[in-house]
């Protein structure tokens, strides 16, 4: 992810009036990825009157990841008080201190996380989890999330290769409630909303005649499509809910 963005920034002053286009950043898929992730458990936090992020605690598992970097990003940027995990504390430290000079407020803490005690340790008192660890890398357990998440209400996981991110959450689960009181988002619902997020990120910027096609952007596509949804199902209340991005 490093790497593309120092791509991003010599092409940016590579162009000039009139020799300017469009330029997508998607490393990896990591931008559109985590962005329906966050716009998914948004979603679900809404529809099942628990409100938007404001104030909520979330645990973002292999936070320093190229997905968990973007999504702790956009948590915070939903006013969420973020828990970035890491099997290396300087790693999750240099996330989270980054994520508070961008967003203006200390709302990421760093975290080391790779004992399964320390794993409960970081989700106690979270109201959503996102698993956004590397592909067959199970992080969560299911007795953990059991003792430890008592006040886990949504759990996301990206990761759709066995054995999967959380254990007990099938990849096709789309709002499943798999424990007592907790929804769960597979990776394959996810991923499914990706591609559409990814689809109107190229079309916008085949669209566009110039700008930098960011996370920002594609969290703003992601965030449209589900709010759009929540609206036509319960007219007013994404209206009320919705904060400014």
Avoid at 28 to 35: D, N
Avoid at 74 to 98: F, H, I, P, Q
Avoid at 167 to 188: H, M, Q, R, W, Y
């Amino acid at each position: 992810m490093e790497k593309a963005i120092q791509i991003l920034e010599i092409a940016k002053k590579s162009m000039f009036p009139p020799f300017e286009l469009a330029v997508i950043v998607d490393p990896r898929g990591a931008y559109t990825t985590a962005s329906a992730a966050v716009a998914k458990t948004l979603a679900t936090s809404m529809e099942k009157g628990l409100g938007d992020f404001k104030g909520k605690t979330v645990t973002v598992l292999a936070g320093t990841g190229p997905v968990g970097q973007v999504a702790s990003r956009l948590y915070a940027m939903e006013g969420a008080n973020v828990v970035v995990t890491s099997r290396d504390l300087a790693r999750s430290n240099a996330v989270a201190n980054k994520i508070n000079e961008e967003v203006g407020a200390q709302l990421a803490c760093g975290v080391k996380a790779a004992e399964p005690s320390e794993v409960g340790a970081a989700i106690k008192g979270s109201e959503v989890i996102l698993s956004a660890g590397a592909a067959g890398i199970a992080l969560l357990p299911i007795d953990i999330l059991k003792n430890y998440g008592t006040s886990c209400r949504i759990v996301g996981d990206i990761n759709a290769v066995p054995p999967l991110g959380v254990e007990g959450l099938k990849s096709t689960d789309e709002n499943v409630e798999f424990l007592p009181e907790i929804l769960g988002i597979g990776a394959l619902s996810i991923g499914n909303f990706k591609n559409k997020v990814e689809a109107q990120l190229l079309k916008r910027a085949v669209e566009a005649p110039k700008g930098i096609f960011d996370y920002k952007v594609a969290y703003e596509i992601a965030k449209s499509i589900v709010m759009a949804k929540l609206e036509k199902k319960n007219p007013g209340q994404s209206g009320r809910n919705l904060l400014p991005f």
